[in-house]
């Protein structure tokens, strides 16, 4: 049930562009991406609409592609407050699940 | 609108004994989540549940564990006879019960469980 997420770490240097992906094995209805810092709770960032919806949130945009069943996250010219662990978050009906995590490291 | 509470935020438990976690969900919010996360590692899902329901354990460990979410109160997550692997922040999340609209889910603040 629960999604799984690609890569599971990645490490960036300031300025650089990163793509998260997230799949699941069930129909979705709807995606969201979470950013959680270190010792903090998630933190929500966007949401997804079933449609081949993209979203932008600064420089950090997702897409949805709801007949491949997973979601993607770009974060483009990343800077050091990018840090952090990145989790999907998959709706599909009355349930939802949150991903496996992605740890992204941006350094100067 | 006070957000997703859990407490206690730390809980330093010796081998052995039971631990409590309690997680009160956001208001209007009928759907909560447990997960586990490891030190340094990802949230892995645990149960889902709805008051006086539990819709997916597949997460939960077979022994030992067990949730609860009741008509009236928090949701509380037991652990019995805690061992030192059960050392992790536990994260509870609410959402209301059309997740699959335009609404988020809300995590808390966590509990950090410590088995001495």
């Known amino acids: 049930q629960q999604p799984v997420q690609s890569p599971q770490a990645v490490i960036l240097r300031e300025g650089e562009d990163a793509v998260i992906n997230c799949s699941s094995s069930k129909a979705l209805y709807s995606v969201h991406w979470y950013r959680q810092k270190h010792g903090e709770a998630p933190v929500f960032l966007m949401i997804l609409l079933k449609g081949g919806e993209q979203k932008g949130h600064e420089k950090i945009s997702a897409s949805f592609n709801e007949k491949k069943q997973q979601s993607s996250l770009y974060l483009t010219a990343s800077q050091l407050s990018y840090s952090g662990t990145y989790f999907c978050?998959?709706?599909?009906?009355?349930?939802?699940?949150f991903g496996t995590g992605t740890s992204l490291t941006v350094i100067p | 609108n006070a957000g997703v509470m859990q407490n206690p935020r730390h809980l330093v438990r010796r081998r052995g004994q039971e631990a409590r976690l309690r997680c009160s969900p956001m208001k209007g919010h009928s759907h909560v989540y447990w997960y586990r996360q490891l030190p340094e590692e990802g949230l892995k899902f645990m149960v889902y549940l709805q008051k006086e329901n539990i819709i997916d354990e597949s997460g939960m460990p077979k022994e030992r564990f067990s949730a609860e979410f009741p008509k009236e109160g928090p949701s509380i997550l037991r652990i019995q006879q805690v061992v030192r692997g059960d050392s992790a922040a536990y994260f509870c999340a609410s959402s209301p019960p059309s997740i699959g609209s335009n609404t988020e889910a809300f995590f808390g603040q966590g509990t950090r469980l410590t088995v001495v």
């Open positions: 978050g998959t709706g599909a009906g009355n349930q939802f699940y």
